[in-house]
């Protein structure tokens, strides 16, 4: 069965980095585009960025261009969110989500989640 | 981007009972090519993922109970659980995928 598991959160200073993965099975991994969508009480869910299963075409939300990258490796069948010059509002439930279809927006499939806490 | 706001904050409803949830976008989210909407319904409980309930507007995701209703068009649209159950006690976001994924800020459903 799909599955999506995302590894790589905890604790960071503000101005520090953190990268994500998210290792995917039980699916062609280069046939969906996947996902990143964070959650937090005060802000709910919020969509951070895109990249499809032919690695090039990526898309980012504005809140986060700039400062995150996402990346995939096929090899791997693992997804990365390479997250820079972290604040105190990017503390939230990091979500690795796959995509219905090539690039449609629909998720049927979700990891568990992993927590990122910024904080001095 | 889009943006999607719902109705009510939460609600309490008998076991057995109909909750509606509403929600609207503040831009048709109908595709003219093919007259679809490009809207889902997720459920979310405590400590897991939202879970997909309904897509295009009205069609039930794979296992979902016919129990939950999605209906509405363009930018006004409705979960309607019928006959609640307990296990039905979560959050439910509304999505739309039209353009850039955005959700909407969540409805609580509790137990009368």
């Known amino acids: 069965q799909v599955q999506l598991v995302e590894s790589g959160g905890g604790v960071v200073q503000p101005g520090k980095s953190l990268r994500l993965s998210c290792v995917a099975s039980g699916f062609d991994f280069t046939d969906y585009s996947i996902h990143w969508v964070r959650q937090t009480p005060d802000r709910g869910l919020e969509w ?25 490796d096929k090899s791997k069948n693992t997804v990365f969110l390479q997250m820079d010059s972290l604040r105190p509002e990017d503390t939230a439930v990091y979500y690795c989500v796959r995509d219905s279809g090539t690039y449609l927006g629909l998720f049927f499939y979700w990891g568990q989640g992993a927590r990122v806490t910024v904080s001095s | 981007d889009i943006m999607m706001t719902q109705s009510p904050d939460s609600l309490a409803v008998s076991l057995g009972e109909r909750a509606t949830i509403n929600c609207r976008s503040n831009r048709s989210v109908v595709s003219t090519s093919n007259n679809k909407n490009y809207f889902a319904w997720y459920q979310q409980k405590p400590g897991q993922p939202p879970k997909a309930l309904l897509y295009w507007a009205s069609t039930r995701a794979s296992g979902v109970p016919d129990r939950f209703t999605g209906s509405g068009s363009g930018t006004s649209f409705t979960l309607t659980i019928s006959g609640l159950q307990a296990e039905d006690a979560a959050v439910y976001f509304c999505q739309q995928y039209y353009s850039t994924p955005t959700f909407g800020p969540g409805t609580r459903v509790e137990i009368k």
């Open chain 1, 48 to 72: 951070l960025a895109v990249v499809a299963g032919n690695e090039r075409d990526k898309n980012y939300s504005d809140f986060v261009k700039g400062r995150f990258n996402i990346s995939r």
